[in-house]
C-alpha cells in the first residue's frame, strides 16, 4: 500500500503538474487538517485519507493546466476545494474561497494560518457578499447544476473572464438549459489518477 507521500508525488506527476517538496508537504498538510477537523465539521464524506487524496487533492490539481487568471474566486467552495490547493500551488496569485457555511469557512482560515496562504482570502457569506469585485476565472465544483452557476454567480465575472465548471460525467442536459448570453467555450475530460470515474471541466464564456 503506497503512503500518501508516494501516492501525490505519483499523482502530480501523472498530471504534469510541478510542485516543490514544500509545497507537496503544504497539500498534505491540508489533508491532515482537513481529516482532523472531519471529525467534528462534516466537510466531506469520504473518510479514507487516501481516498480523501485522489478524490479531493487530486481532483483539484488536475484543473492546474488550465488557471491562468491574475484573480480567481472558488465559489460554493466547502472546504477549501479546488481554491486551497490552487492557493499552495500558485503562491504568486491571488486567490479567492466564497462560502456561506461558517463552519467551512472557519476551517478554510485555520488552514490559511496554519500553512501561511497569504495569498489566500476567505470569505464567508453568498455570491452577492462580493458583487463589487470582478474575476478573471470563477471556478466551481460543487455547483449542482452550470446553469445555477452562470445565474448565481454572473455579478463576478470579468468582462473576458470565464467559468471554469468542474462536472463528472459530460453534461449535456445542463449545457442545452445554458441562458444563451452564455457559450461553452471548451471542454476537457480529466485524468485524475486513481480514479475510475469520468471528471469534466468546462470553460464557459459570455457569447
Known amino acids: 500500500m503506497p503512503d500518501l507521500e ?3 508525488s505519483k499523482g502530480l506527476t501523472e498530471l504534469g503538474v510541478v510542485a516543490t517538496e514544500g509545497q507537496q508537504e503544504q497539500l498534505l498538510a491540508y489533508l491532515g487538517l482537513m481529516q482532523k477537523w472531519n471529525k467534528a465539521y462534516n466537510l466531506t464524506a469520504i473518510r479514507d485519507s487516501q481516498q480523501m487524496l485522489v478524490r479531493h487533492l487530486l481532483d ?3 484543473i492546474v493546466p488550465h488557471v491562468n487568471s491574475d484573480e480567481l474566486i472558488d465559489v ?5 476545494l479546488p481554491g486551497i490547493p490552487l492557493a499552495i500551488l500558485f503562491p504568486e496569485q491571488a486567490i479567492t474561497t ?5 463552519k ?3 476551517f478554510q482560515n485555520q488552514v490559511r494560518i496554519e500553512l501561511g496562504l497569504n495569498n489566500l482570502e476567505v470569505i464567508h457569506g453568498r455570491v452577492e457578499a462580493v458583487e463589487d469585485r470582478q474575476f478573471g476565472q470563477v471556478i466551481s465544483r460543487a455547483f449542482a447544476s452550470i446553469v445555477d452557476m452562470v445565474t448565481l454567480s454572473h455579478a463576478l465575472l470579468a468582462e473576458k473572464g470565464v467559468f471554469l465548471a468542474m462536472k463528472g460525467r459530460y453534461p449535456d442536459a445542463e449545457l442545452a438549459e445554458l441562458p444563451p448570453q452564455y ?3 471548451q ?3 480529466l485524468q485524475v489518477p486513481g480514479l475510475d470515474e469520468e471528471r469534466h471541466l468546462l470553460v ?4
Open 6 to 8: 508516494q501516492l501525490l
Open 60 to 62: 483539484s490539481v488536475a
Open 76 to 80: 460554493g467552495s466547502g472546504g477549501g
Open 98 to 102: 466564497l462560502d456561506s457555511n461558517s
Open 104 to 106: 467551512k469557512t472557519r
Open 183 to 185: 457559450v461553452l467555450q
Open 187 to 189: 471542454s476537457y475530460e
Open 204 to 207: 464557459l464564456g459570455r457569447a
